[in-house]
């Protein structure tokens, strides 16, 4: 779903001037835009980025040879959204095409007819969704930027730098106030972590300063995805737009993964049941 709208929290007798209300139009969209730029960035390479991109580690190069493929048209899951003090917990089913998206519950609750009606108004809201299985970051990571930042027997945690895109028009200031690594196993292969975190506090505009932004993914091994699966997702964003609060706390779990099997994945040769 998208953010709280930051422009129309400071329109209200804000004073902001025409520039700063620019500034401001792209600060409503740094929860959703970064929250974009930080998806997990080992899945981009499987995407072709060949001759954008230098080579990443030997390690990282490892795990993604071991991302899952074409989640999004065959794995469902469900999604628990937790957004300040409301919680949300949504089915995914791709093989419903009509509709995907099946709301379980509100705050604990099941859902009441009124508010099933809203959700069901709101169906083309949930098409951009980014299934937490896939992820295309195609020319998001500067090249030339990752770096081990320490290793151990089991894991290695490597650094590396967000890559701006130009047409989202996002303050470098803050970009620059951003650090982003990567945990992996290394005998499995697989992701354990990614964690986006602020530095310092950064004024991106007049009046408009954020001073803490934090999102942390965490995975798990799904025996249903046959990968480290996405299990949960958490953001933390603190500042101010000029006298009004820009702090948030969400949460999103993702859990019961459930996959189809392509005939071609079969084995040639089926066991026969005596």
């Given at each position: 779903?998208?953010?709280?709208?930051?422009?129309?929290?400071?329109?209200?007798?804000?004073?902001?001037?025409?520039?700063?209300?620019?500034?401001?139009?792209?600060?409503?969209?740094?929860?959703?835009?970064?929250?974009?730029?930080?998806?997990?960035?080992?899945?981009?390479?499987?995407?072709?980025?060949?001759?954008?991109?230098?080579?990443?580690?030997?390690?990282?190069?490892?795990?993604?040879?071991?991302a899952?493929?074409?989640?999004?048209?065959?794995?469902?899951?469900?999604?628990?959204?937790?957004?300040?003090?409301e919680?949300?917990?949504?089915?995914?089913?791709?093989?419903?095409?009509?509709?995907?998206?099946?709301?379980?519950?509100?705050?604990?609750?099941?859902?009441?007819?009124?508010?099933?009606?809203?959700?069901?108004?709101?169906?083309?809201?949930?098409?951009?969704?980014q299934?937490?299985?896939?992820?295309?970051l195609?020319?998001?990571?500067?090249?030339?930027?990752?770096?081990?930042?320490?290793?151990?027997?089991?894991?290695?945690?490597?650094?590396?730098?967000?890559?701006?895109?130009?047409?989202?028009?996002?303050?470098v200031?803050?970009?620059?106030?951003?650090?982003?690594?990567?945990?992996?196993?290394?005998?499995?292969?697989?992701?354990?972590?990614?964690?986006?975190?602020?530095?310092?506090?950064?004024?991106?505009?007049?009046m408009?300063?954020i001073?803490?932004?934090?999102?942390?993914?965490?995975?798990?091994?799904?025996?249903?995805?046959?990968?480290?699966?996405?299990?949960?997702?958490?953001?933390?964003?603190?500042?101010?737009?000029?006298f009004?609060?820009?702090?948030?706390?969400?949460?999103?779990?993702?859990?019961?993964?459930?996959?189809?099997?392509?005939?071609?994945?079969?084995?040639?040769?089926?066991?026969?049941?005596?």
């Open positions: 779903m998208a953010e709280p709208g930051i422009r129309q929290e400071c329109s209200a007798g804000s004073g902001v001037s025409s520039k700063a209300t620019r500034w401001v139009e792209n600060l409503r969209s740094i929860p959703t835009r970064l929250n974009g730029l930080i998806r997990p960035v080992f899945w981009f390479l499987l995407l072709g980025s060949s001759g954008v991109l230098a080579d990443p580690p030997a390690l990282v190069s490892a795990m993604l040879a071991n899952p493929r074409g989640a999004a048209d065959r794995c469902g899951y469900t999604r628990e959204s937790t957004n300040n003090n919680t949300k917990v949504e089915r995914f089913d791709p093989s419903r095409d009509d509709a995907p998206w099946t709301l379980l519950s509100m705050n604990g609750r099941p859902p009441a007819a009124e508010v099933l009606d809203n959700y069901a108004d709101m169906a083309e809201d949930r098409l951009d969704r299934h937490p299985l896939e992820f295309d195609l020319g998001r990571v500067e090249p030339d930027t990752w770096a081990l930042v320490s290793e151990s027997e089991d894991e290695a945690v490597f650094s590396f730098r967000l890559r701006l895109d130009p047409d989202e028009n996002l303050d200031r803050l970009l620059d106030k951003i650090s982003s690594t990567l945990t992996l196993n290394k005998h499995s292969l697989q992701p354990k972590r990614v964690l986006i975190e602020s530095t310092g506090a950064a004024s991106v505009a007049p408009v300063r001073t803490q932004y934090r999102q942390e993914f965490l995975f798990v091994w799904n025996d249903a995805v046959d990968a480290a699966a996405l299990a949960e997702k958490t953001t933390r964003r603190r500042g101010k737009a000029a009004k609060s820009l702090n948030q706390d969400k949460r999103r779990v993702y859990r019961n993964y459930k996959c189809a099997v392509y005939a071609e994945e079969l084995p040639d040769e089926m066991p026969i049941e005596n």
